[in-house]
C-alpha cells in the first residue's frame, strides 16, 4: 500500500485554495463585457399575466434588453422537463405539463420568474427590474400536501385532474392484507415529512457567453451534473446542439441536490447572452433561492405495521401524498417513488409490503431530490412505526429490530419492494452503537436530567439506503430518462504525472483527494502527482454527475476499469522494455518487475515509453491513456444505527441534542477522514430537518413564510454536541472497490432518530419540527393526561 | 439598494445639521438593522448620515452612581467593559447576547434603541433599570421613550447622545431567542432598585418592550421566582408567527421572568 | 454620484471609486478582484463575507465601503504568510478538515482568528457560540470546532515554549 493510497486520512488537495480565498466559483468568474440578468418575479402563488410593459423598463439607464415568456417561445425554446416515467396504477403515464423558463401566461408559484432585464450593472437590472409594470390577476390557489386532491381545490393545471400528476403503487396488495388479517397486533402512526430549502451556502449562479466564432454557447454555471444538464437544454430545451453547448461547473460551494435541476434563471443567462451579444450573469440573492431552488421532502403519511404475537413483522402497508409542487422538476417523480418506497423494508424481514403514493401540484416551488431523496423519507416512516410499535408492545426498541433484521447469512436478500440488498451486518452496527452510546446506563442518564429538571429521550434509527445509483437497464424499465453508469479517463503525461478525467463532480465532496487516492493505491503514482478534471463539458468524458452517493461506487469503479486497462497496456510496454514476456510482468507499487527477478521498469518509465516510442512493441498504439465506463450491476446498500439522546426543557419546550452516535456500514472506505466529515454534515441537516427546518405557505396566499434566515431556521454550531461516529465494514460484492457511498446517511437516518427520542422524552407526538413551540404545545395537551394518572 | 448620498461629520452639531439639510435623511450609526433594511430595498432614504467619526458619541463613563454609555458604543464594548461588568453585570448579559459576534463588533447601544425594534435586546434594559436618554436637546426617561413598534419620542432630527443607566441593587436579564433569527422572542429584564422593583419585557409583543406592573407588584412583596406563579400572562397583544403562538409566548415571558429574578441571586 | 475611498487591504494601500451605496464586498469582489471574500445572504446572518476592519471580525455585505475609508481590512487572502505558509487557523482548518465545500470557509476562518484574538483559550461551548454568525451547510461544525480548539492548543503551545 501507497503511504496515501486507499484507506489514509490524507489531507485534502483542494483544501490550499479554499482557504486562501483562491477557490474560484461561478460569481467569481469576470468576462470581459459582461452584462447583468435581473429577473422579475411572481409576487403571487397564482395569478394570470395579462400584460407586461416592456417600455417602462426599457428607458431606464443601463438596459439593454427585457425579455419575456413571449420572446423566449418566439426563438423555439421548449419548457424544462421531468425526467423520469411514472405510471398510474390503471398502467396510464403521468401528467408532467413542462416548466416554462418564463412564464407565459399564468404564473403558479410565488418567485417563478416572469420576465428578465438584461442592464450593464446589476443596480442597473434591479432597478429597472422594480420599475418593469406587469398586470396580474390572482387566482385561488391550492397550497397543502393532504389536501391538495381533493375535489373542488384550485387546479394547479387546467388539464390535470384534482392536481394529481400520478397515483403509483408498490408491492403486494393482497398479500399484505392478508398478513394484516393475521396480525396480533397493529401499529399505526400519521407522519409529516416537513419540507425543506436546501440551502448550499453558495446560491445558484450562471455566467451564459456566446462566441460567433465557434458558434459555441458556454455556460458557466453551479451545476453538480454538467452533461446531464447540456443533454437536457439541448435535447429538451434546444438552446443550443450538444456539440455547440459548453458546461463549465467550477468550484461549487455545495449542492445536496439543488444544483443537479435545470433551471429556468441559468438557462434563460446562456440564451440571452446570445441575444445581447454580450457574457449574461446572475448570481441568487438568498430570497431568490429561498423561492426558486428545488425544494425538498413534503409528504404526509399514514404507515401501518402488522405484527404477530412475538413481535415479528407480517405486514407494512403506506399511503403517502407528496408534493411535487406546481411542476414535476427533473427527479421530482422518482424521488417519491422509486427512491422512496423501493426502501420501505429498512433492515427488516417484512413478508408482506404494499404502498400508495399520490403526487400532487400545488402551487408552491417545485420539490426534487435533496439529500437522501425518498430515502430519508422511507427511514422516516419504518423508524418512527418500528420504534412506535415498540413501546406500544413494552420492548427495548433495539430488541425489536433484533428479532426482524435480516440475518447476515439470509443475503442476497429479495425485499418485496424490488430491491435486492447484496450484502449487511445489522446487527453489528446496532450493537457498536449501543457501545458507543453507552444505552446501557441510558437509565441513569435519565434520572440525572429529570433531577434537572429536563425530560430526557433516547431514539433509534436502524437505516438503510440504496446508493450508487444505478444500474442503467433497472433504470430505464423503471420510466428513468437516462442511463446512471459513469465515465473516467486515466491519462499519463510523458513525464508521468497523471491527469484524472472523471464525470463526477465534487462540491465539497473531496473527489481531488479520494480520486488521487484511488490512483495511489492502482497506480503507484503519489497523490501530489495526479491532477482531478472534473466539471467541464469539453474537458472530461460524457458523465452522469453527482448525487445519490454515487461518485466512487459508479465514477470511482469506472476509473478502476481505466487503471486496469493502463496496467494491460503498460505490461506490454514494459515487456518489450524488459525483454521479457508479457505474462511474466507483475505490476505493483507503481512498478512492472518481471516476476521472480529485479528486473522492473516504473509505471513513469513506461509512460515516457509509450509517448516516445523508440523502443516499442510493435502493434502497441502509442500513448498512455484509458477511458473507461461502468455501469454498476445492482445499487449499494450502505447501512448503519443513529442513536440520539435528547434533553426536553418542559417550560420552554426546547430540545437540546446532548448525545448523538451514528455508526455506518459504508463498505470499504477510501479515505476515513472524508467519509466523517460527511457523517457529521449529514447529521446536522438531518437534526435541522427534525428540529428546526420549514418551509411554511401561508396556506391561503402562498406566500412563504420562511423565506429568509430570519424565519428559516438554519442549524449552527451551538446546535450539536460532539457528534460520535463509528465505523463497521461488509465490503459492497458487486463493485471492485467494495466501496457503498457515504454522503446521505447521516441526513437518512438523523430526523428519525431524533424523532424517536423527542416522542420518548415528550411521551406524545410530535410532527417534525420539534419546535421549541410544537414541543410545548405537546406537552400542554399531554399535561392533563398525566395529571389524570 | 437605491442609491444614496453620504456624509460623515465630525461632531454632533455637524450631524444635526447635515440631516436637517438632507430631504429625507438617516442617521446610520452601526447600521446593522439599517443596511440589511436598504440592501432589501425596504427604505430609501436620500442621505446617510455616519455617525461613526464623532468622538463625542463614544465611550464608557460614571456620573455618581450610574453608568453613562455613549449613543455609538459597539455592544462589544458594552459586553467587554470591566466598568460595565462590576457596576450592572446584567448589561453584560444583554449586549453580550445581541446578535453574533460580527454584530456586537459594529452595533450601537443608539442605535438599536433609536430603531425600538420590538424584539431587541436594549429597549428592555432601559426600561428595566429606569435608564434615561439623553440626546442633543433634552434628556428623556426610559419609559416615555419607547412608543411602540419602531416608534420612539426622538423628534425628527433629534440625536441620541448617551444613556445613563443608574445603577440596581440587583438586575439580570433571561432571554428565548427565536430560533431561526436569535431575535429575542421573550426577553425578560428584573431589576430591584431603591425606588422598587422594576421589570421589562421585549421580543414578546407587537409594540415591542414594555413594563409588567403586576410581575413588580408581586416581587416588590415577595423578591423570588416562585411569588410569580399565581401570575397570569395575559397573551392578548402578544405576537403570533410560525415561532411562537400567542400563548407560548405568554408562557415564555413568566419562565424568562422567574429565571431572570432567580439570577439576580 | 460617485466618491472615492482610501484604504489599505491586505497591507497594499488603495483608493477606489465607488457609490455611496457600494458595499465593503462589493468594493473586494468586484473592484479588487478579491473573490475570497463571499456572500451567501442578504439578510447579514451567514458570515460569508466576514473580513477584519481594524483589526476586529466584520461582515463586509453589511458595511458600506465609504463607512471604511482609511480603515486597515484584512481579508481571506491576506492570512497567510508572503511565502505562502498558511497562517495557524488556515492550517489547522486543513488539518482536521474544517471544510468542504470551501464556500463559507473564508469567512469561518476569519471569525475564527477574531475569536482567538479576544479569547485565546475558549471552551468548546464558547467556540460554538461564537459562531452564531456563521453558517455552514456541510461540516456539521464538529470539524469546524475541533480545528478551532486546535489551533487555541497549537498557538498556546508556541508561545509556552517561546516563554
Redesign the interface.
Known amino acids: 500500500m501507497t503511504a496515501d493510497g486507499i484507506g489514509v486520512a490524507v ?2 488537495k ?12 461561478t ?2 468568474i ?1 468576462r470581459y463585457g459582461q452584462v447583468y440578468a435581473c429577473f422579475v418575479r411572481s409576487p403571487y402563488a397564482h395569478a394570470t399575466v395579462d400584460s407586461i410593459n416592456k417600455e417602462s423598463a426599457l428607458g431606464m439607464p443601463g438596459v439593454l434588453a427585457v425579455f419575456t415568456g413571449a420572446d423566449v417561445a418566439a426563438d423555439g425554446l421548449g419548457l424544462l422537463p421531468a425526467g423520469w416515467m411514472i405510471h398510474n396504477k390503471d398502467g396510464s403515464p403521468m401528467k408532467t405539463p413542462g416548466h416554462p423558463l418564463l412564464v407565459a401566461d399564468r404564473a403558479r408559484y410565488v418567485g417563478e420568474a416572469v420576465a428578465v432585464v438584461i442592464a450593464e450593472t446589476y ?1 442597473q437590472a ?2 429597472a427590474a ?1 420599475a418593469l409594470e406587469v398586470d396580474y390577476t390572482p387566482l385561488p390557489a391550492t397550497i397543502a400536501t393532504g389536501t391538495a386532491s381533493k375535489p373542488g381545490q384550485p387546479q394547479v393545471h387546467d388539464d390535470v385532474p384534482n392536481n394529481t400528476a400520478f397515483d403509483w403503487c408498490i408491492g403486494d396488495k393482497a398479500a399484505t392484507e392478508a398478513a394484516f388479517a393475521n396480525a396480533a397486533h397493529i401499529t399505526k402512526l400519521d407522519i409529516v415529512n416537513n419540507r425543506l430549502i436546501p ?5 445558484r449562479a450562471a455566467v451564459g457567453e456566446y462566441d460567433p466564432g465557434t458558434e459555441i454557447t458556454t455556460l458557466y454555471t453551479t451545476s453538480q451534473n454538467p452533461h446531464v444538464a447540456r443533454l437536457v437544454l439541448s435535447a429538451f430545451v434546444q438552446l443550443a446542439p450538444e456539440h455547440k453547448l459548453r458546461i463549465v461547473a467550477p ?4 449542492g ?1 441536490g439543488s444544483k443537479i435541476y435545470v433551471y429556468a434563471e441559468e438557462t434563460v443567462c446562456a440564451w440571452a447572452a446570445r441575444k445581447v451579444k454580450r457574457p449574461v450573469r446572475w448570481t441568487a ?3 431568490e433561492s429561498f423561492v426558486t431552488d428545488a425544494h425538498g421532502r413534503d409528504h404526509v403519511t399514514h404507515a401501518e405495521l402488522a405484527m404477530d404475537a412475538n413481535g415479528k413483522f407480517l405486514g407494512l402497508r403506506v399511503k403517502t401524498f407528496a408534493n411535487l409542487g406546481a411542476f414535476a422538476s427533473l427527479f421530482g417523480t422518482a424521488t417519491p417513488t422509486y427512491l422512496y418506497m423501493t426502501l420501505l423494508s429498512g433492515q427488516y424481514k417484512i413478508p408482506a409490503i404494499y404502498g400508495e403514493v399520490d403526487a400532487v401540484y400545488t402551487n408552491t416551488t417545485p420539490v426534487d431530490a435533496y439529500r437522501g431523496a425518498g430515502r430519508p423519507e422511507a427511514t422516516f416512516v419504518v423508524e418512527r412505526i418500528v420504534e412506535t410499535a415498540a413501546r406500544e408492545l413494552g420492548l427495548d426498541p433495539a430488541d425489536l429490530r433484533r428479532r426482524n433484521f435480516i440475518q447476515p447469512d439470509e443475503f442476497p436478500y429479495q425485499t418485496p419492494v424490488l430491491l435486492q440488498y447484496d450484502t449487511g451486518d445489522y446487527d453489528k452496527h446496532l450493537t457498536k452503537a449501543l457501545d458507543l452510546g453507552d444505552y446501557a446506563n441510558f437509565t441513569i442518564r435519565k434520572a440525572d436530567s429529570a433531577a434537572r429538571g429536563k425530560l430526557r429521550g433516547v431514539g433509534f434509527a436502524c437505516y438503510i439506503e440504496a446508493c450508487g445509483i444505478a444500474p442503467s437497464a433497472a433504470v430505464g424499465a423503471l420510466g428513468g430518462g437516462v442511463g446512471l453508469w459513469e465515465s473516467g479517463t486515466i491519462r499519463f503525461n510523458p513525464t508521468g504525472n497523471v491527469t484524472v478525467h472523471t464525470g463526477s463532480h465534487s ?4 473527489h481531488e483527494t479520494a480520486f488521487a487516492q484511488l490512483i495511489a493505491t492502482h497506480l503507484g503514482v503519489p497523490v501530489d502527482q495526479v491532477e482531478v478534471v472534473h466539471g467541464d463539458t469539453m474537458q472530461t468524458p460524457f458523465g452522469m454527475g453527482t448525487y445519490g452517493s454515487r461518485s466512487l461506487a459508479v465514477g470511482g469503479s469506472a476509473l478502476v476499469k481505466a487503471a486496469d486497462k493502463i496496467v494491460a497496456k503498460g505490461k506490454k510496454i514494459a515487456a518489450h522494455l524488459l525483454e521479457a514476456s508479457e505474462a511474466d510482468i507483475e505490476f505493483t507499487d507503481g512498478k512492472f518487475t518481471v516476476a521472480g527477478t529485479d528486473k522492473a521498469k516504473s509505471i513513469q518509465e513506461v509512460a515516457f515509453a509509450a509517448y516516445v516510442p523508440h523502443n516499442y512493441p510493435a502493434g502497441v498504439e502509442p500513448g498512455l491513456e484509458e477511458s473507461a465506463f461502468y455501469d454498476p450491476l445492482n445499487f449499494t446498500f450502505p447501512a448503519g444505527t443513529q442513536i440520539c439522546e435528547v434533553e426536553v426543557d418542559p ?4 430540545v437540546e441534542i446532548v448525545q448523538f452516535v451514528a455508526v455506518d456500514d459504508f463498505g470499504k472506505i477510501i479515505n476515513p ?2 467519509v ?2 460527511q457523517v ?6 438531518g437534526v435541522g430537518q427534525a428540529l ?1 427546518e ?1 418551509a ?1 405557505y401561508d396556506q391561503d396566499t402562498g406566500q412563504l ?2 423565506g ?11 446546535d ?1 454536541p ?2 460520535k461516529v463509528g465505523l463497521t465494514e461488509t465490503p459492497c460484492t458487486h463493485n471492485p472497490l467494495g466501496v457503498k457511498g457515504c454522503g446521505e446517511a ?1 441526513a437518512i437516518a438523523a430526523p428519525a432518530a431524533v424523532m424517536n427520542a423527542v416522542t420518548n422524552a415528550v411521551g406524545t407526538m410530535v410532527q417534525m419540527p420539534a ?3 410544537r414541543v ?2 405537546a406537552l400542554q395537551s399531554a399535561a392533563p393526561a398525566a395529571a389524570a394518572e | 439598494m437605491y442609491a444614496v448620498n453620504y456624509a460623515k461629520p465630525a461632531s454632533v452639531a455637524d450631524a444635526v445639521a447635515a440631516l436637517s439639510a438632507a430631504e429625507d435623511g438617516k442617521f446610520l450609526a452601526g447600521g446593522m438593522t439599517l443596511i440589511p433594511t436598504l440592501k432589501q430595498r425596504l427604505a430609501a432614504p436620500s442621505d446617510l448620515v455616519d455617525l461613526g467619526a464623532i468622538g463625542e458619541l463614544q465611550g464608557i463613563g460614571t456620573d455618581g452612581d450610574a453608568l453613562v454609555i455613549g449613543a455609538m458604543t459597539t455592544h462589544a464594548d458594552v459586553a467587554r467593559s470591566p466598568l460595565v461588568a462590576s457596576a450592572i453585570p446584567a448589561l453584560v448579559t444583554v449586549a453580550g447576547g445581541i446578535g453574533d459576534p460580527q454584530v456586537r463588533n459594529v452595533g450601537t447601544l443608539g442605535g438599536s434603541i433609536a430603531n425600538n425594534d420590538p424584539a431587541a435586546d436594549y429597549p428592555g434594559a432601559l426600561l428595566g433599570l429606569g435608564a434615561e436618554v439623553r440626546t442633543n436637546s433634552r434628556t428623556i426617561a426610559a419609559d416615555d421613550f419607547f412608543l411602540g413598534m419602531f416608534e420612539t419620542a426622538l423628534e425628527d432630527g433629534e440625536l441620541i447622545v448617551s444613556v445613563r443607566f443608574p445603577k440596581p441593587l440587583a438586575a439580570a436579564y433571561a432571554k428565548f431567542a427565536n430560533p431561526a433569527s436569535r431575535y429575542s422572542m421573550a426577553g425578560v429584564f428584573v431589576a430591584r432598585t431603591a425606588s422598587g422593583v422594576r421589570v421589562a419585557v421585549t421580543g414578546a409583543a407587537a409594540g415591542g418592550a414594555h413594563r409588567m406592573e403586576t410581575m413588580e407588584k408581586a416581587l416588590q412583596a415577595d423578591f423570588s421566582p416562585a411569588a410569580l406563579d399565581p401570575i397570569t400572562v395575559n397573551p392578548n397583544g402578544l405576537n403570533s408567527d410560525l415561532h411562537g403562538s400567542a400563548a407560548y409566548r405568554a408562557n415564555l415571558v413568566k419562565v424568562m421572568a422567574k429565571r431572570a429574578v432567580a439570577a439576580c441571586g | 454620484m460617485s466618491t472615492t475611498v482610501s484604504l489599505t487591504v491586505n497591507g497594499k494601500p488603495c483608493t477606489v471609486e465607488v457609490e455611496p451605496r457600494t458595499l465593503l464586498s462589493a468594493l473586494l469582489r468586484d473592484k479588487l478582484g478579491l473573490t475570497g471574500t463571499h456572500v451567501g445572504c442578504d439578510t447579514s446572518q451567514c458570515g460569508a463575507c466576514v473580513v477584519h476592519v481594524d483589526g476586529k471580525s466584520r461582515k463586509s455585505c453589511t458595511t458600506l465601503a465609504v463607512q471604511v475609508d482609511g480603515a486597515e481590512v484584512t481579508t481571506i487572502e491576506g492570512l497567510a504568510a508572503a511565502d505562502g505558509t498558511l497562517h495557524p487557523m488556515q492550517e489547522a482548518f486543513r488539518e482536521n478538515h474544517g471544510l468542504q465545500c470551501g464556500f463559507c470557509t473564508p469567512g469561518m476562518v476569519m471569525s475564527a482568528v477574531d475569536l482567538l484574538h479576544t479569547n485565546p483559550s475558549p471552551t468548546e461551548a464558547e467556540v460554538r457560540e461564537w459562531l452564531e454568525g456563521n453558517i455552514c451547510r456541510c461540516t456539521g461544525y464538529h470539524n469546524i470546532v475541533k480545528a478551532i480548539l486546535d489551533c487555541a492548543a497549537n498557538l498556546r503551545g508556541a508561545q509556552q515554549a517561546a516563554e
Do not use: K
Open positions: 489531507r485534502r483542494e483544501d490550499r485554495r479554499f482557504l486562501t480565498g483562491a477557490g474560484r466559483y460569481d467569481d469576470d443596480a434591479r432597478d422594480d440551502n448550499a451556502m453558495e446560491p468550484d461549487v460551494g455545495g445536496f440573492e438568498r430570497s462540491h465539497g465532496q473531496g417550560d420552554t419546550g426546547e477522514m472524508i466523517e466529515g457529521h454534515g449529514g447529521i446536522a441537516q428546526m420549514h411554511v413564510l420562511s429568509s434566515y430570519m424565519d428559516y431556521c438554519m442549524p449552527r454550531a451551538d450539536f460532539t457528534l447521516g419546535t421549541p413551540l410545548w404545545e
